[in-house]
């Protein structure tokens, strides 16, 4: 099961901390996303971690402004959210996937995540 929380309406230019919480998962060799849909839009991969690793991917839209993150002892995900731009709102999900999905070509593909968290919607305006 994952657990997503700390959505919210923010202004522009302000900040928001996702978090993810995990069960029931081998979350120590993973990859763990976060990934986004607008009403209407395409679901887009947001960020990716491979938990085993620490090795983190970003798409271009939010590289320098979003960190993702974890707590391996809490089985915890986090997406710390910075400089937010209206563009960003929409659902915010977490995902887990094989540990082996954790690659520059893979990571944004959301078919490749076989778990999904309900999603926590973010307003920015």
């Known amino acids: 099961q994952l657990v997503e929380s700390g959505g919210g309406s923010v202004q522009a230019g302000g900040s928001l901390r996702l978090t993810c919480v995990a069960s029931g998962y081998t979350y120590s060799s993973s990859c763990m996303g976060w990934f986004r849909q607008a009403p209407g839009k395409v679901r887009e991969g947001v960020a990716a971690?491979?938990?085993?690793?620490?090795?983190?991917y970003y798409s271009d839209s939010v590289k320098g402004r979003f960190t993702i993150s974890q707590d391996d002892d809490k089985n915890e995900l986090y997406l710390q959210m910075d400089s937010l731009k209206p563009e960003g709102t929409a659902m915010y999900y977490c995902?887990?996937?094989?540990?082996?999905?954790?690659?520059?070509?893979?990571?944004?593909?959301?078919?490749?995540?076989?778990?999904w968290g309900q999603g926590t919607q973010v307003t920015v305006s």
């Open positions: 971690i491979s938990t085993g690793a620490d090795t983190t």
């Open positions: 995902a887990i996937a094989p540990w082996g999905y954790c690659s520059s070509r893979k990571w944004a593909i959301d078919t490749n995540y076989n778990h």
